[in-house]
Every structure is written in structure tokens, then in C-alpha cells.
């Protein structure tokens, strides 16, 4: 996984609440065997029109917000079920982060697994990120837990532990097998008992 | 220290980590299905890991399957995630139940049935209503596929633990009121969200009179509430249902005496407590979009509150002020990892004995694995669903997802014994209402919901 540091870049806001996972892919995408290439599914059902072709009037087809690789949005981020194919999709098309008014507990997870920074601020902070400039960026300082936008800073909390395996890009399971020794021991007690 | 049951399950499982810490917790049993494992197996290739514990392990399909002709998987991208786990399961040495074998069903259905899943346990799956387990006095919950790898190649996972909610169900169920009404009911007054960062257990009299299936359906719901994790103490009904399954424990009476310390030692143990009383509780009818959206039958749906809610309302096709006996139903749905048990079966057959579904309604019934099939043809449900009018089918998740061939057509109202009524769950422009197996059998028959507390014997 790559290391997060600090992100700076432009927002887009989707800001309704409760956006469940069947919303940010598609049940055909869901089939797929890898682990590549979702970017063009995201938001699938609001992104393209029956014909196929873009929905101008959904925001991430909007030009302004091309390229924004910071995503805000509402409360309940991520409802529904565990596919994680919706964050895959949300990397694969280019966010790095995911500013939320709150997020479910499962797709945080799965965003904290995918290097896919998930910061939930307050509903007013998210708001304002919400109505700023379309060319005006935003910075995400993760060894700093800060967002810094429209002259303000505002702080986020995030676990330490989950923060340090984001900053330093740690493979989880290359990490977990350090605890091999604890892992025999624990099932040898088991056996035992 | 008095503790919760909750704490008491999480402290067995902790192998490293301090309190308070992400702790890496030892996984007695994972379930797979061929949705969420293919990119774990191919991770596990690639870094050249082998699964730690197979025999801890258990696969079986699904999600995909097709219920009219379970063997003849016409569309080529599901067959190939098919293949896969067949595949997967035979390279890493796990147990597999494939289409066809008797063990084979909805995974949250075949855990208990077979006996893999018990009391005591932590039990993983990567799927968001493994809660089901938690039915039995276990730590059930869903997991995504980067966390179906770490537990495949080290049968552990990092975990923060959550926050504990007691809910407190009392009172005697009214007539025609079920336990899908219960947590329908739950989840309609405290919204989508209400259990985030939670470990729910649901207890009390009504919780203590209720089958082991019926507190699947609840602890099922769970996450439509938010919350990772709903559980019930073990009792005498869970044991009994327990023993005699085929993985169930060779000494049941030493695993009986461990089961019986799984208990919340005091209310105050709890970080929150709700109250829900269900002597006034009436059937459960969602009209929206999230399981929250709902109202009792004989409730006009809401005002537009938000445009959360004028969106649903505009995708759902239905108005503030009507109510559940407006809405035209022309396709129900019996199966699911929530009602697709064989009692549920029973519940829907026997309102359904001697009546016709509608004219112009279409009628699944999908028992939730091959076992429930099974019994519910010996006892021949089968047959009365036929004489019915419904289609009678083989096991899977079928519609409850519309990731199979079984879809529910776009604009149409489907009444639905499933868990989730998102935008395009049952297929693309499908309106789903969730309600009890008694409720969409009526409603089945009626060609719109009624309220069963009036018409039921």
C-alpha cells in the first residue's frame, strides 16, 4: 500500500446521507473475480444515462470537478453491504480520501484496508467543504489529522494504530504474521483447555 | 468486574493488543461465498500464502446461483465466479458445499443448520448480515475482502472493539405481529444509523420466548440498524437446536456448561440501553428506500421531511399519506438469509393453504438452502406454494439482491421477506417492501398488504 502523507487537491461533494454500497457499484461489477478497474463503475446507476452515455447532471460528470481526488459527503457513508468492490471503485477512479459526516462501520474498514484515507468531520465543516469553489483545494495532513480549507483548520480523529499502517503503507497481513508465535500460542492454550 | 456478553467473547479471542487498541482476535469460523473471496484467494496466490486454518473454513454459492435450473448457470461472468471458488476451495484444501449437496444454501443458513456455527464463537464472512450468528451467543460479523485474506492466511483479524447496546425487547408479540416486525419495527424508530460503532444485544422476555430462527431474522437486521454485531444469550433453546447437527460439538455437555458463563452480568454493563416494547407493536411495512423507511400497516407513510425522503418517495412511486393496503403489489418474494428458513416457510404456506396469489402477481419461493428445501417438500409446502400460484425453487439468495437471474421487474411494487429496499436491490427500477412471511403472503393473495391482525386466525 502507498504510504499518506499529506493529499491536496479540489472536492466533490455527493452529499446526500445514507449512500449504501449497491449505489457506489453495480451488482455487474460486483461478479468481477479481480481486484482492478472499478473506476469506471462508480456511482454507475447516477453517472451514466439508460443509453449509456454521461448524466450531465451528475456532479462528478461536471468538468469543474475533474480531477478532484478528495470526495465529501453526508452521514452513514458506505450503508449496506460489505463489498468492498465500492471502495475499489472509489480508488480506481481517483479519490484519495473520503471526507464524511460519518461513515459505516464495515465500509471504514474496508476504506482503512484500501489506503483510501476515510476523515469524518462535523456536519457544518462537511457543509462548507460541500459549497466551496470548485477550483479551490483542500489539504488532508494525516500525520497532523488536519483539513485545511478556505483558511481554516479543522481536526479529525482517527485511531493511531490504523494511522500509523496508513502513513507507513503497511501490509496488513505481512504485519500480522510478526504475531505468528502469539497466534500458535494462543491456539495452543485452546487445545489445552 | 461485571461485564457484558459481548466482552466476555471479545476477551477469549484477543491473541495481541491492548484495551482500548485494535486487537488482533483469533476467528473460530469463516464462511465464504463466491462473491467476496475470489480477490482474497488471488491475493493469497500472488504473495505466495497458504490458508492457515482450512479446517476452519467453509464455502459454499450463493449469491449467484440460479434457482430455476441450479446447475445450468447461463450467464458466463457469474458462472466464472462459480468456477472460481470450485476452483479456490479445491487448490487451499477447504470444505465446499457446491450445488446439488445437501449442505449447500444461503451461507448465514447453512452455518447453523450444519452446526458450524455455536455459541462462544467468533464468526467471520464477507458479508454484511453475518450478524445471523450472533443469534446463537457468538461475535458474528461482516468483513471486506482484504479482511476475508487476513483471516484466510492467518485466521485472525484486527479488530477496535465496539461500544456495547443492550435492547431490552418485552411484552407478548400481538397477534400477526412477528419477529421481523420487531427489528423492522426497531430500525424504523431509531434509523438507519442508530447502532454505528455498536455491538448490539438484544435480551428480554420476548428475545427469551422466540425460536432460534426467529432470532436469526432479528440478529440478521442488525446492520440494516448499523451496527456490525447483533447478538442473544444462549439458552436451553439455543443448546437444544444445537445438538445433533452434524458439527456440532462431540461433547455437548462439556461445551454447554462453557456456553451457559455467556451472559451479560448487569444491565449497567452496557454503554447504552434501549427500551422496545412490543405489546403495542403492529405488522412492519417499509415504503422507502432503507429498511428505516417503514411504518406500521395501518400508518399513512410520512411527510417529505428531506430530500433524501422526496427522492425515495419519487423512486418508490407512492405518496405521503397513503398507506401499506395502497400500494399495488404485483411480485412476491418468500427466501433470504432473513426469512428463508423452513418455519418461515411454514408461517407463508400455511396463510397461503387453499387461496390463489392475485391475478397478475408473480410469486418466488426460495427456500434458503437444500436442507430447508428438503424438509419443506417432506412436509409438502412445496405443494401448497404450487397450488398457490408461486414458483416453487431451488436455494439461494435469488431476488433478495438481483444478482441473479431472479429479478424483480423495474416500476414494479414487490412485497418482500428480504432485508434491504435500497434503489435497485431487487433489480434495476424494482420497488421493494419489506414485511414479515405472514405479510407478504396476504399481500400475496390480496394484491396488497393488509393488516393481518384483522383477517389472521
Known amino acids: 500500500m502507498k504510504p499518506i502523507g499529506q493529499i491536496t487537491s479540489t472536492v466533490v461533494a455527493v452529499m446526500d446521507d445514507n449512500i449504501d454500497t449497491d449505489q457506489l457499484v453495480p451488482k455487474q461489477a460486483i461478479k468481477d473475480t479481480t481486484r482492478k478497474n472499478y473506476g469506471d463503475v462508480l456511482f454507475s446507476n447516477r453517472r451514466y444515462l439508460e443509453d449509456g452515455r454521461l448524466n450531465p447532471e451528475f456532479v462528478l460528470n461536471d468538468f469543474k470537478h475533474e480531477g478532484a481526488q478528495i470526495l465529501i459527503t453526508g452521514h452513514n457513508f458506505g450503508y449496506g453491504s460489505s463489498w468492498e468492490h465500492a471502495v475499489w471503485a472509489l480508488r480506481d477512479y481517483g479519490f484519495q480520501a473520503v471526507i464524511a459526516k460519518n461513515f459505516n462501520d464495515i465500509f471504514y474498514m474496508n476504506c482503512i484496508n484500501n489506503g483510501v484515507l476515510p476523515v469524518k468531520l462535523a456536519d457544518e465543516q462537511c457543509d462548507q467543504l460541500a459549497s466551496l469553489p470548485a477550483d479551490q483545494p483542500v489539504t488532508i495532513d494525516l500525520p497532523q489529522q488536519t483539513v485545511t480549507f478556505a483558511g481554516q483548520t479543522a481536526q479529525f480523529e482517527i485511531n493511531a494504530f490504523w494511522k500509523d499502517r496508513l502513513v507507513k503503507g503497511i501490509d496488513d497481513i505481512e504485519a500480522t504474521e510478526t504475531f505468528d508465535n502469539a497466534i500458535k500460542k494462543f491456539e495452543q492454550r485452546r487445545v489445552e483447555e | ?457
Not at chain 2, 484467494?41 to 500472488?46: I, T
Not at chain 2, 492467518?154 to 397477534?175: A, E
Not at chain 2, 456440532?248 to 452496557?270: C, G, H, R, V
Not at chain 2, 411480485?331 to 426469512?339: P, Y
Request: glycine share 10%; hydrophobic share 35%; aromatic share 8%.
Open chain 2, 1 to 457: 468486574m461485571t461485564q457484558t456478553m459481548f466482552d466476555k467473547l471479545w476477551q477469549r479471542h484477543v491473541v495481541a493488543g491492548d484495551d482500548g487498541e485494535p486487537q488482533l482476535l483469533y476467528i473460530d469460523l469463516q464462511l465464504l461465498h463466491e462473491v467476496t473471496s475470489p480477490q482474497a484467494f488471488e491475493g493469497l496466490r500472488e504473495n505466495h500464502r497458504k490458508v492457515h486454518s482450512p479446517e476452519r473454513t467453509f464455502a459454499t454459492l450463493d449469491h449467484n446461483v440460479p434457482t430455476e435450473d441450479i446447475f445450468n448457470v447461463k450467464d458466463a461472468i457469474s458462472r466464472k465466479q462459480i468456477e472460481t471458488l470450485r476452483a479456490n476451495t479445491k487448490e487451499f484444501g477447504i470444505r465446499f458445499a457446491d450445488v446439488g449437496s445437501d449442505e449447500q444454501g444461503i451461507v448465514h443458513v447453512i452455518g447453523p443448520e450444519l452446526g458450524l456455527t455455536q455459541p462462544g464463537m467468533t464468526i467471520v464472512c464477507g458479508d454484511s448480515h453475518t450478524a445471523t450468528h450472533g443469534a446463537f451467543g457468538s461475535i458474528g460479523f461482516g468483513i471486506g475482502t482484504s479482511e476475508v485474506e487476513h483471516v484466510l492466511a492467518t485466521q485472525t483479524i484486527w479488530q477496535t472493539k465496539p461500544k456495547t447496546m443492550g435492547v431490552h425487547v418485552h411484552g407478548k408479540l400481538p397477534h400477526g405481529v412477528y419477529a421481523k416486525d420487531i427489528i423492522l419495527g426497531l430500525i424504523a424508530r431509531e434509523g438507519v444509523a442508530f447502532g454505528t460503532g455498536y455491538a448490539i444485544e438484544y435480551y428480554g422476555d420476548t428475545i427469551e420466548a422466540l425460536s432460534m430462527e426467529e432470532r436469526m431474522s432479528i440478529c440478521n437486521m442488525t446492520i440494516e440498524g448499523g451496527a456490525k454485531y447483533g447478538s442473544i444469550r444462549p439458552d436451553q433453546t439455543t443448546f437444544d437446536y444445537v445438538r445433533g447437527r452434524k458439527y456440532a460439538p462431540k461433547n455437548m455437555d462439556a461445551a454447554i456448561a462453557d456456553w451457559q458463563t455467556l451472559y451479560t452480568d448487569s444491565e449497567d454493563d452496557f454503554d447504552r440501553v434501549i427500551d422496545f416494547d412490543v405489546t403495542t407493536l403492529a405488522p412492519i411495512v417499509s415504503w422507502g428506500t432503507n429498511p428505516g423507511m417503514a411504518v406500521p400497516v395501518d400508518h399513512p407513510f410520512p411527510e417529505i421531511q428531506n430530500d433524501d425522503d422526496k427522492k425515495a418517495y419519487n423512486y418508490i412511486g407512492l405518496k405521503p399519506g397513503q398507506t401499506a393496503e395502497q400500494i399495488p403489489i404485483e411480485f412476491a418474494f418468500f427466501g433470504s438469509c432473513t426469512n428463508g428458513r423452513l418455519s418461515d416457510l411454514k408461517v407463508a404456506a400455511n396463510v397461503l393453504k387453499g387461496h390463489h396469489i392475485a391475478p397478475g402477481v408473480t410469486a418466488l419461493v426460495v427456500p434458503g438452502s437444500r436442507s430447508v428445501k428438503n424438509a419443506a417438500e417432506k412436509l409438502g409446502l412445496d405443494q401448497i406454494f404450487k397450488d398457490a400460484g408461486c414458483d416453487w425453487r431451488e436455494p439461494g439468495c435469488s431476488a433478495c439482491l438481483g444478482m441473479n437471474p431472479d429479478q424483480v421487474p423495474a416500476g414494479v411494487h414487490c412485497a418482500s421477506t428480504t432485508n434491504r429496499n435500497f434503489e435497485g436491490r431487487q433489480g434495476v427500477g424494482a420497488r421493494t417492501h419489506l414485511a414479515s412471511p405472514a405479510m407478504v403472503a396476504y399481500a400475496a393473495i390480496n394484491g396488497h398488504f393488509v393488516d393481518i391482525r384483522k383477517v389472521a386466525d
